[in-house]
């Protein structure tokens, strides 16, 4: 039997809000809500981001780029609350126009470079320092693949299972359902593959790894949306393999602090404008904190 009753009007119209947990900045249409220009920072790359697992992709990137020895990855990490709106800024539009975080400025040159999408920048930035993205045609194109089924899966497990499972006004068995399936497919999609590679792309890690391992590798954790139990993770065992390996890596401990705002206060770096505002901020806070 149907959960609901309800039956779609000829034309939708937007006139009451949705419920669930962003309903404050849901809407239907794009643009700036109001006039503030985005903060810049002395550093070649600013970064206007928050610790989501999109906006973890790009810090864990800069991290291992600087842990490499590249000083032209030095950056400035400017929180964005999107719970607050603030990606609707007109400077934030201006870099993103389409209002999702992360976005990237890159000023090294004589004019800014915007860069939106997890994904462009993860390459953008491959590409700009020449590392993390194999340039042997057949390597690069497997590491391409699965960085691009990344952008095209993770919805399915962010705004299809996690929304109906934990964000949703009211729990519907029917999307519930169609989205833990879909869930469960693509973790065993990633099973097979890491039961025959060490990363995702092969032997090497690159910005597929980077590019999974917030989604994935905290599904398997049992870190997203409280939902391991439900979802059985624990069977992946090849992605909690890999997923452990990676979360050992200095770098990506950095990346996961940048701009996060939830969980113990020593994980959360709120702002990130130099390499010493990992020890200062987490001694700072832990101080407050006790």
């Known amino acids: 039997m149907p959960e609901t009753s309800y039956t779609p009007p000829s034309v939708w119209t937007w006139n009451k809000a949705n419920g669930g947990r962003f309903a404050n900045i849901n809407r239907p249409i794009a643009g700036p809500t109001h006039d503030k220009d985005l903060p810049r920072g002395q550093h070649p790359l600013q970064l206007y981001s928050l ?61 800014p470079v915007r860069v939106f999408e997890s994904g462009a920048i993860l390459v953008y930035l ?23 089924w990344q952008m095209g899966s993770a919805p399915y497990l962010g ?25 469960k497919r693509q973790m065993d999609v990633l099973n097979r593959r890491l039961a025959e590679s060490p990363f995702i792309a092969g032997d090497s890690y690159t910005i597929a790894d980077m590019a999974i391992w917030p989604w994935y590798g905290g599904m ?18 090849h992605v909690i393999r890999w997923a452990d390996e990676i979360a050992k890596r200095p770098a990506v401990k950095r990346g996961r602090m940048v701009n996060r705002v939830m ?8 702002e990130r404008h130099q390499a010493s505002d990992f020890d200062t901020q987490t001694q700072d806070k832990l101080k407050a904190a006790t």
């Open 51 to 111: 610790a989501t697992p999109n906006g973890v992709k790009v810090t864990i990137m800069l991290e291992e780029l600087l842990a490499l020895g590249h000083q032209g990855a030095e950056y400035d990490a400017w929180l964005i609350r999107i719970n607050e709106g603030q990606q609707f800024s007109s400077g934030f539009v201006a870099a993103n126009p389409n209002s999702k975080i992360p976005a990237l400025l890159d000023c090294s040159g004589q004019e």
């Open 220 to 237: 398997a954790k049992g870190q997203l949306y409280e939902g391991g139990e439900f979802l059985q993770v624990q069977e992946y065992t």
């Open 126 to 148: 491959a590409e700009k320092f020449g590392v993390f993205l194999p340039t042997e045609p057949a390597e690069r194109a497997e590491c391409m693949s699965w960085l691009f």
């Open 159 to 183: 705004g299809g299972f996690g929304h109906f499972y934990a964000y949703a006004p009211v729990k519907i068995e029917y999307a519930i359902d169609r989205f833990a399936m879909e869930v």
């Open 263 to 270: 969980g113990p206060l020593e994980t959360q770096l709120h």
